[in-house]
Structures are given as structure tokens and as C-alpha cells.
């Protein structure tokens, strides 16, 4: 079945430094990708997506690029800030014809000043 | 203007009792989600709906059933309630296309002693 592996945490990074959590994904069809964010104590937010081959999602400084060759949609940044620490999550909506959404472990990153 | 909303935050009980979580979205979305996150993080889908109708229902205990009397609320009901039950529950939802976002609450935090 469809899944999404995540590099395991937790990522422990200086304020400034870039960050790289891997995510590849395993699907029929072709899904779309996305990268949540959950900040200590709060539910999820969309960070980025792509839907299609060589997308690239950003926002925040954060970026993602849809690898069909590598079925992978790794999550960058150039310069962390102490107040990224929070957990990510990669996912993908399963192909067909219902919206469930299918997440990796997530991945913890704490950014130390 | 809170998007999807959930009542309560918190929600601590006996094992045995039967208890409910609430989930409203004013978005005007028309699919709508329950999700059980696990103590290690871990983020499963339990249920969707899709203008009232159950359109994923997956490998869940049926003391679990989820009630949407209208688009915008899907409520989650939790018959003799169990150890293993303790989680945080998040609401979400989307318009209704695969790819989608979706946008989840803040969470209820369930705690069964």
C-alpha cells in the first residue's frame, strides 16, 4: 500500500544552520505531497505542497521538491530560527478516489539558539 | 475566526464511559476528517465524510462512530471508553478534490484513566 518514510528524529540544529528531512513515499498513481508542521501544543498546519512531478512547494523560507525519478520530496532550509523547533510531517493524499491523507512519523527538529 | 474548531481541548475520563468530541469548520468545506494521533506521534486517518456521507471508514473499533448532522460538523462519539483509547483526536477539513489541503483543529487531548 501507499506510504511515506521519514528520516528519524530528533534533528537538533544552531540557530542558522540548514536543515534537510528527508521524506520519500511509496504510491500507485501518481499523489500529491505535502509537508505539515505542529508547533508544541497546537494541531497541524500546512507548511508546503506540489501535486505534480518537479513542483516545488515553498513558504517560510521552507522548500520541497516533487522527485519523481526518487520518489522523494525532501524538506529544506537555508537558515533555521529557534522558532522552527516543532515536529514535521510528510504526506501524501492516496491515490484514488477518497482524500486520505497518509503521513510519515514525523520528524522532530530543535533549533537551539 | 477560528477555521475548524474543536470542543474540548482537553478531555479526561473513566475507562468505561462513553464520551463525545465535537468539530465545527466555517469554511464552507464539504469533507471533513477524524485523525487519532498516538502518544509516539503517529497520525492515522479513522473516518471522513463527504456531505454527510461516510466515505472512509477505516479499521476502527466500532465503539468509535462518527455522527455529521450537517457539512460543517462531524462529531465523534466514543463508546466504554478504553486505556488504549488515549490520544489527541484533530478534526480537519477540505473542499473536497484530492489534492486538496486540508486543515485540521487544534486538537482534543483524550485521557482515559
Known amino acids: 500500500g501507499d506510504s511515506v518514510t521519514q528520516m528519524e528524529g530528533p534533528v537538533t540544529l544552531s540557530e542558522e544552520a540548514f536543515l534537510t528531512i528527508n521524506c520519500t513515499y511509496t504510491a500507485t498513481g501518481y499523489p500529491s505531497l505535502f509537508w505539515y508542521v505542529q508547533y508544541p501544543g497546537e494541531g497541524l498546519q500546512l507548511l508546503l505542497k506540489a501535486t505534480k512531478a518537479d513542483d516545488k512547494g515553498s513558504n517560510k523560507g521552507f522548500e520541497a521538491t516533487y522527485r519523481k525519478e526518487t520518489t522523494s520530496f525532501h524538506l529544506e532550509k537555508g537558515s533555521v530560527q529557534v522558532s522552527d523547533s516543532a515536529v514535521y510531517f510528510c504526506?501524501?493524499?492516496?491515490?484514488?478516489?477518497?482524500?486520505?491523507?497518509?503521513f510519515g512519523t514525523g520528524t522532530l527538529l530543535a533549533v537551539q539558539p | 475566526d477560528t477555521a475548524v474548531s474543536q470542543t474540548p481541548k482537553y478531555l479526561v475520563t473513566q475507562m468505561g464511559n462513553d464520551k463525545s468530541i465535537k468539530c465545527e469548520q466555517n469554511l464552507g468545506h464539504d469533507t471533513m476528517y477524524w485523525y487519532k494521533q498516538d502518544s509516539k506521534k503517529f497520525l492515522k486517518i479513522m473516518f471522513s465524510y463527504n456531505n454527510k456521507e461516510l466515505i472512509i471508514n477505516e479499521t476502527v473499533p466500532n465503539r468509535f462512530s462518527p455522527k455529521s448532522p450537517d457539512k460543517a460538523h462531524l462529531n465523534l462519539h466514543i463508546n466504554s471508553l478504553e486505556l488504549g483509547d488515549s490520544a489527541v483526536y484533530f478534526c480537519?477539513?477540505?473542499?473536497?478534490?484530492?489534492?486538496?489541503?486540508?486543515?485540521f483543529g487544534p486538537g482534543t487531548r483524550l485521557t482515559v484513566l
Open positions: 504526506a501524501l493524499i492516496y491515490g484514488g478516489a477518497t482524500n486520505k491523507l497518509i
Open positions: 480537519a477539513s477540505s473542499p473536497g478534490t484530492r489534492s486538496d489541503t486540508q486543515y
